[in-house]
Each structure stands twice: as structure tokens, then as C-alpha cells.
């Protein structure tokens, strides 16, 4: 009787070089950096005064911001399994909210750092990448509901609703229409480049991306949205409602805080920062709040919503130092 084959051993894994974990930490040290700067010019802005018989207002509307992360991460979780991945909710959590420490960056797309604690667990980086555009794109979706569905007027913003109308629509449309596993199987015949890495990139995402257009998953990600988003747009009503003399309408809260964002998103500044606000401000001024109050109200509200997510990004990197 032959002996049982003796399997060889793996090999040991490759250390990371030490110029490569400085050029990481030296990258998240720059952003870190540049957080704090922008935190900074918002802090100094605030003047608390009007708020500190509302303080409970302010606690709530941080509340309803914590809320919306929750579901969110519900909704990531979500995605993982349906890639084929289940994770520990712990772990699905912190590499999620990890991705708010780079929300700053153009488009958020540096919420993606998030994939390369998935990497070493099996679950590629066109599969991440795939999950968190079908993510981003109904997050979008969800803001033009929000604005549509609101009693707010917003003619003056309306060409960046059907801005983002046409963007989502046609990207959506692309991924659901498109050949992309074709695409990717012609890239083969195409001399190794840039060009041809891009498109097979590409390529790859959207094919991962499809499969989460199965109407469960779109209903299941859309209701998230709109539940998670509209309990920050609930916050900025809570505040509204202590600093300004009448209260400010669900309904207009909603869709004031839907066009600053989607006017945000396309201006592709970090966060939003700048075009965000100016919209929200001009958007309560015209709600009939006062300047000095209506800058206030954003300003919280971003303190609320970007900053405090910016904080807890930072704090589940920490806590995941040597994940990958």
C-alpha cells in the first residue's frame, strides 16, 4: 500500500517592503492632513450661540447621521454576499466606514481604499469596485428622488437634476446594455498598454456591477437609501427647527439637502467641499432664514454628516492597522 502524497508546503508570505508601507502611511498622513486643514476653516466659522438651548436637536440629528451609516453598512453587507463573501459584521462595518477617512477625495472614489482589506480575503479588487459603483450611482439615484419628491423650488438648480438624471441613466444603461464580457475577451487581442488595462479594468467592473441590477437588489439598495439619506435630511430639519422662527418643512429639509448634495457630487470638488455649502445656504436663505442663519444650519449639518463620518473613517483605519 503506497503512502499517502505529502502535499508541499505553502510559501511563506512575502513581506511588504518597508518603502512601500512608508509610501502608505506617508499617503494616509497627507490626507489626514488635509482633513484636519479643511475641518479647521469649516470649525472657525460656527458660532454656536443660537444653539445652545437646542443642544438635544443637535444630538438627535447626530443620531440620525450614525443611523445612516448603519444602514449603510447593512446595505455593503448586503453586496458582500451577494459577491459570494460573508464577512463578520465587525469586520464588514469597519472596512466600509474606513472608506470615509479618503470621502474627501473627487467623486468619493477614495472610499475605495476599502478594497484592499478585502484583497487578501479572496474577493478582487473588480468585484469591490464593481459593488461600490452600483452603490455610488443609487446613492445618486436616491438624491434625485429625494429632490424630485420634495415641495422645495428648485428652478434655479434644476439643470444639475437633469445633469444627474442623464449621468445615471446612461450609466446604468451601459452596465445593463453593454457586452462587457465580450469587451473584455476582445482587450486579448490588443497589445499589452494603458489603453488596453483601462478598458479590460473597466470591463471588469461593470461585469461584477450587473449583477447587482436583479430588481431584489436594486428595491433592497434604493429603500436603504432613501431611508438611510432621509434621516440626514431629517437632521438638518431638527436643527432648522431651533435656530429659525417657523419650522422647516420634511419635505423641503429633503430636498434642500438633496440638491446641495447632487450639486456637490458633480462639481467632483473633494467632499463637495464649497459647492456643497454655498447651494445649502443659499437654498435655506431662500427658506426664509437669515444669512448668518443659514450658514450656521450648513455648516452643522456638515459637521453632522461629512466630519463626523471623516472622524469615523480615520478611527476604523486605526483599528484596522495590519488588516492588509
Avoid at 466659522?45 to 443611523?67: E, H, N, R
Avoid at 468619493?108 to 487578501?120: C, N, T
Amino acid at each position: 500500500m503506497s503512502s499517502p502524497a505529502v502535499m508541499p508546503a505553502s510559501p511563506p508570505p512575502t513581506a511588504v517592503p518597508v518603502w512601500r508601507r512608508a509610501l502608505v502611511y506617508g499617503v494616509f498622513a497627507l490626507f489626514a492632513a488635509w482633513c484636519i486643514k479643511a475641518f479647521w476653516h469649516d470649525i472657525t466659522q460656527i458660532d454656536l450661540t443660537p444653539l445652545k438651548t437646542g443642544w438635544t436637536a443637535v444630538l438627535a440629528a447626530g443620531a440620525l447621521s450614525l443611523f445612516n451609516y448603519a444602514l449603510r453598512v447593512w446595505r455593503w453587507r448586503l453586496y458582500l454576499n451577494k459577491l459570494g463573501h460573508t464577512f463578520s459584521l465587525r469586520f464588514v462595518a469597519l472596512t466600509f466606514m474606513s472608506g470615509f477617512a479618503f470621502t474627501l477625495s473627487p467623486g468619493k472614489l477614495g472610499e475605495m481604499v476599502r478594497a484592499r482589506y478585502y484583497q487578501p480575503k479572496g474577493l478582487s479588487v473588480s468585484a469591490t469596485s464593481g459593488a461600490f459603483f452600483i452603490e455610488r450611482l443609487l446613492d445618486l439615484l436616491v438624491m434625485i428622488l429625494l429632490a424630485s419628491a420634495a415641495l422645495v423650488d428648485i428652478q434655479a438648480y434644476r439643470s444639475f437634476l437633469w445633469v444627474a438624471v442623464a449621468l445615471v441613466g446612461g450609466l446604468l444603461a451601459s452596465v445593463a446594455i453593454m457586452p462587457w464580457a465580450r469587451i473584455d475577451e476582445a482587450m486579448g487581442t490588443i497589445p499589452v498598454g494603458k489603453f488596453r488595462q483601462v478598458v479590460k479594468a473597466m470591463a471588469h467592473m461593470f461585469v461584477s456591477a450587473r449583477q447587482f441590477l436583479t430588481p431584489g437588489m436594486l428595491v433592497a439598495g434604493l429603500l436603504l437609501g432613501m431611508v438611510s439619506w432621509g434621516a440626514e435630511a431629517v437632521g438638518l430639519k431638527l436643527v432648522a427647527d431651533v435656530v429659525g422662527v417657523q419650522p422647516l418643512p420634511v419635505s423641503a429639509a429633503m430636498g434642500i439637502y438633496a440638491v446641495a448634495i447632487i450639486v456637490g457630487a458633480l462639481s467632483f470638488l473633494p467632499g463637495g467641499l464649497g459647492s456643497t455649502e454655498a447651494v445649502m445656504a443659499a437654498l435655506l436663505f431662500a427658506h426664509g432664514y437669515t444669512m448668518p442663519q443659514a450658514i450656521l444650519l450648513t455648516l452643522v449639518c456638515r459637521l453632522l454628516t461629512l466630519w463626523l463620518a471623516v472622524l469615523i473613517g480615520w478611527l476604523c483605519v486605526w483599528a484596522l492597522r495590519g488588516e492588509a
